[in-house]
Structure formats: C-alpha cells, structure tokens
C-alpha cells in the first residue's frame, strides 16, 4: 500500500512531532526515576553500614546529658543582652522556648524536663557565667556537639582524615559558635514580629498581622536548614561548596519535621497516661525526641556523602 500523505496543513508530522516528545519525556522521567531510586538505596545501604542508628542513639544520649548545660550556657549569655534587646528578654526568650518545644515534644517531656531545667537556670542567675561550673558545663556541653562531629565525618568517610584530638577542638568550637549565634539570634526571633508590627502603620497592621503569623515558621524553617547547612561543612575535615551540603539539609529537616509529628502523635497514643512508664515517660520523650533529630542530621549527611560518591562515579 501505498504511504499516506502528510496534510497539506502539517497536521501528521506536528502529531509525531508530539509523539516522540511524549516519548522524551517519558525516558526522561524513568531516567530520574532510576537514579532517585539507586540514590536512596545507596543512602540507606551506606547508611546501614555506618550504624547510623547506633551513632544516633549515641548522640541523642549525649544531648540530653548535656541539656542542663546547655540552657545554663544559653540563659547565662542571654543575660546579658537586655540592654540590646529589653529588660524582659530572658523571660521572653524562656516562654518561646516553652512553646517551641510544646509543638514537638509531648506535653509531659515540657512540664517534667525543659520547664523545670529552664526554671532551675534562671534561678542561678547570669552570675554562673564566670564560675568554675559554668566552665566545666561548657566543657560537659560541648560532648553532644562532639559526637555529631564525628557521626557527620563517618557518614562522610572521612573519620580517619582528623585526629581525635582536633576534632574534639572542633567541637568545642562550634558549640561556642553556636552558642553565640543563639544567644543573638533567639531574642531576635522573640522580639522581631513584635518590631516589625510596630514599624507598620497603623492601618496596614489588619494585614500585615496575620502574614507575620503565617510566615513566622517557614522562616524559622529556612533558617534552621541554613544552620545545618553550616553543621555539615564545619564538621568534615575536606569541605565541599555550600550548595552541595542542602540536599543533605533539605532531607533532614523534612525527616525532623515528620519524625517529631509522628513522636508527638505516638506519645499522646501509647506513652502519655500509660502508668507502667511512670516517672520515666518524660525523659522517654526526650530521648527519642532527640534520637529523632539526631537521626534526620545523619541521614542528611549520608545523603550528601552518597551524592558525592555518585558524582565522583559518573
């Protein structure tokens, strides 16, 4: 038989035109598809390999020992910022971090661990900060910051690159560093709603209100992302550029933000009102809240490293 004739509007070739498009894009998508899904199993099969969920539990244990020192450091240096930010800044600062952890940790961990810690600091008041306990809190402290150190250097494949010695420096380091970004940043947080409704004219605040609410949070969101961002380029002795650590982040925050709603959930299910945990059921929550963060930074770091690996591969 003879071949049809294309038309002579051009209708037959625009067809298969958008035919073999259809089937780009379709190669295009499986193609993608493939490498997420060799990604993610060389994520979590590298992962597995490190003892991730080892080094997590390890790290959790360790940040919540060093909680108490922690909060003393924080409140102790926030102290004496009232001249910058008000004289009302500490206790401001204490009631955000009230609520910010009521939205993630379970009511009980909030009334039984952060309150009462946080109560017990400032009743110490700024005058630790020059004690000798202040001193060995900041030390005790910084073990936490430690042990994210080297977990991050091991997803990395890197553990071997530093001495124990100067990773320990390292750390140390950093928890001073942030430290001092949190003693700035937090009053900052509580006061700047407040600063720029009052920098707003009085007829635009109806709007200008809820659009602060609402966007209070996805920044707070980007700005923890960036920090973790910062975390796993201090922490591994070869840095890479900036931009190849956010994936890394990106994953991790989403893995924080599902893991503490999932916990949250699972302790007004089975743990709060349980009597058999008792006095224990506080500290639980704690502890597997911190498991949880701890876990959502090293698959991040494995996810960075796994990147790496695929790159220099190809």
Not at 47 to 60: I, S
Not at 92 to 110: C, K, M, N, R, Y
Not at 115 to 128: F, Q, S
Not at 165 to 172: D, E, I, N, Q, V
Request: glycine share 10%.
């Amino acid at each position: 038989m003879p071949t049809p004739r294309a038309q002579p509007d051009g209708t037959a070739p625009m067809a298969a035109a958008g035919k073999r498009s259809g089937h780009g894009a379709a190669r295009l998508l499986g193609e993608a598809a493939r490498r997420v899904r060799q990604l993610a199993a060389g994520t979590l099969g590298r992962a597995w390999a490190d003892r991730v969920l080892g080094l997590a539990a390890e790290a959790g244990f360790w940040a919540l020992l060093s909680l108490t020192p922690l909060l003393l450091v924080l409140v102790a240096a926030i102290g004496y910022l009232p001249p910058l930010f008000g004289a009302g800044t500490v206790s401001e600062v204490e009631a955000w971090i009230l609520t910010v952890a009521g939205h993630v940790l379970a009511p009980s961990a909030v009334e039984e661990v952060i309150d009462p810690v946080l109560a017990d600091v400032l009743r110490h008041g700024r005058g630790e900060i020059v004690s000798a306990g202040f001193l060995l809190a900041l030390w005790s402290g910084s073990a936490a910051m430690n042990t994210y150190v080297n977990a991050i250097t091991i997803a990395y494949g890197m553990h071997d690159l530093r001495p124990a010695l100067r990773a320990r420096a390292l750390a140390f380091a950093l928890y001073l560093g942030a430290l001092g970004a949190g003693a700035l940043v937090l009053p900052l947080l509580v006061a700047t709603p407040d600063w720029i409704l009052a920098a707003t004219p009085a007829d635009a605040r109806p709007v200008v209100g809820p659009l602060v609410s609402v966007g209070y949070w996805p920044v707070l969101i980007v700005l923890c992302t960036g920090l973790l961002v910062a975390l796993y380029r201090a922490a591994t002795p070869v840095r890479a550029r900036w931009r190849r650590e956010v994936p890394g982040a990106v994953l991790a925050m989403l893995l924080w933000l599902g893991g503490s709603m999932a916990l949250r959930l699972f302790m007004s299910l089975v743990i709060a009102g349980n009597a058999a945990y008792g006095v224990l059921a506080a500290p639980a929550a704690a502890l597997l809240f911190l498991y949880v963060t701890a876990l959502a930074v090293l698959l991040g770091a494995e996810l960075n490293a796994q990147i790496a690996r695929s790159r220099s591969d190809g």
